[in-house]
């Protein structure tokens, strides 16, 4: 966040708070949304990761995987821990024990992330995604590999997935595309080539590469811009720095959600001749301070 003294044009009239035209992309470059997919993924491979996620209906036994059961101990174990951390609303009994490791059994059953084949499991060792169960962490060294190495087996992921953090995003796009190439499928849109969207004339996207923003007009007058945004006018168009200053230091100057900054004038003139503010700096002594303030004390 800051502001920022720019020359323009002294009769340069763009409209304050108004992202200048040339910082933005052109509205021409949006694509066409595509037809045949919504995330780049091949229809195989839309389908995968929503049975990852269980956003489809899934059968840890298609994966030959065996379903959690309430009492599975890693689940039975969780359950008591949920239980004893509220039990006002879980109640105290066996039966509550046993209604929240059941609920728990179903979530972790309803998506492939928590029913790993070995196959997926060598493919997230392959790409280094299970330093938790393959290396050893040490301040030292990080993480190095265990010796002599271990392959985790996909019952061991599986348990490791149900606590902690867990699969992410990375580790969906290794097991979904290594399964996908094991089946011989494309894993990326044909229509799209992964990109989820396509060109709205031949040329576009190319073109849209080689854009660059365009600086406002120069001239001989002084504005104020705000550079939160893209950046847009703030202040009117000044002939000189100190009719800015004197802008700066009136009930003018809304900075933020405060009418008038409260910078005395010799402040202002010092942040316009510096050119340049950060918006915010922490001092000793002071605590946080706008860049403004900061550049005008140090001028003092
Ligand atoms: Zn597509």
Redesign the pocket.
Known sequence: MGREVRRVPLDFDWPLNKIWEGFLSPDKFDETP?P??KN?YSPQAQNLYDLWYGHLPFDPASNGSTAWRHDTPAIRARAERNTETAPEYYGRDEAAIVREAQRLADHFNSGWLHHLTQDDVDALVTAGRLHDLTHNWTREDGWQPKQPAVTPTAEQVNEWSLGGFGHDGINASVVVRARCEREGVDDT?R??QG??STEAYPGQRAEAEAWEPTEPPEGEGWQLWETVSEGSPISPVFANPERLAEWMASPEYVWGAHKGSGLSYESALSFIKAGWAPTGVVTPGRGFESGVEHVGRSED
Do not use: I, L, R
Request: net charge negative; hydrophobic share 10%.
């Open positions: 595509c045949d997919c780049g849109c229509t799209c990109h989820a």
